[in-house]
């Protein structure tokens, strides 16, 4: 059990979307929190009213396509926030083309934000949770990290590595007989404006989540140790599916809508 009572959770992206109800949800549940973002007036917004509600709350601008920005940010953390209790690896983009429209920056700003920078942060607040041999590591996935699709080359890759970093540092930590925890959060689309426009074929089995709903099952993930989130839970059944020739696969894929599901994205406007 991990708790979050009492706790200090640090949470990247923090400004907006499922990472600022996040925020709320673990404050809600006695933590005190830190808010990074690239968003500044959004994290003062946020730290407004997370403050209003009787939280505990520090913000910090961080870039986190730079590793030299996470490091001083998290430098600055630990000095003045200090120990860092719970780690919400939480921001990603999406740029949302085929291959051949998305420039070098984009490709390279993705895998930035949504998978290089779960190491710098972890490599910035891992250390501490192993002198004290306590501590939770999130990384907010995607089933996108699951199962590749169209025009998510960049988006879906960057999250197959994030599972990947979960999964590798989750078996390196009960090697070592750490305490430490991991949870990977692999959530289907979420309404909050970043898959704007995205489409599903069958709602009542793939729904576009609530992300008051994604962020629930998380805490409560996070409260229990569960190591792996998927949501909704029909993505589990699709798992088995990886074992089918490739073609069978695919034909899956169309048929459930998923390969076609980004053909009207519009993205955040
Ligand atoms: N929404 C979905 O359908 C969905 C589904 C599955 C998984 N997820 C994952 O869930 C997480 C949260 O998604 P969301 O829908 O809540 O996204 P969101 O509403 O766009 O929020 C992401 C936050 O991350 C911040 N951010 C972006 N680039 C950053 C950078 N370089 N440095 C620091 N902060 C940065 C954004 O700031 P700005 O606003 O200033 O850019 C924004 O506040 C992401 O990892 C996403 O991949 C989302």
Not at 7 to 28: F, M, N, P, Y
Not at 53 to 79: F, H, K, M, S
Request: proline share 3%; aromatic share 8%.
């Amino acid at each position: 059990m991990t708790d979050i009572r009492g706790s200090r959770a640090l949470i990247t992206g923090a400004a907006s979307g499922i990472g600022r109800l996040l925020a709320a949800e673990l404050g809600r549940a006695g933590a005190s929190l830190v808010l990074w973002d690239l968003d500044g007036e959004g994290l003062l917004e946020a730290q407004a009213e997370l403050r209003g509600n009787g939280c505990e709350v520090q913000t910090y601008v961080c870039d986190l396509t730079l590793r030299q920005d996470i490091e001083a940010v998290a430098a600055q953390t630990l000095a003045e926030s200090g120990a860092v209790d719970i780690l919400v690896n939480n921001a990603g983009i999406v740029s949302g083309k085929n291959l051949l429209d998305i420039s070098p920056a984009e490709i390279e700003r993705t895998f930035q934000v949504n998978t290089l920078a779960l190491f710098w942060t972890a490599k910035a607040f891992l250390p501490g949770m192993l002198e004290r041999d306590r501590g939770h590591l999130v990384t907010i996935a995607s089933a996108a990290g699951l199962a590749g699709t169209s025009k998510l080359t960049d988006y879906c890759s960057s999250k197959f590595a994030a599972v990947g970093f979960d999964e590798s540092l989750r078996v390196e930590l009960k090697r070592q007989n750490s305490k430490i925890v991991t949870t990977v959060v692999c959530p289907f689309y979420t309404d909050t404006g970043m898959f704007e426009g995205v489409r599903t074929r069958f709602p009542w089995l793939l729904p576009i989540l609530d992300p008051a709903y994604v962020v629930t099952r998380t805490v409560r993930a996070i409260e229990k140790d569960r190591r792996r989130l998927i949501m909704p839970r029909f993505v589990y059944s699709g798992l088995p599916s990886r074992l089918l020739p490739v073609d069978w696969f695919d034909a899956l894929m169309a048929f459930f809508g998923i390969s076609h599901s980004m053909d009207e994205f519009r993205g955040r406007e």
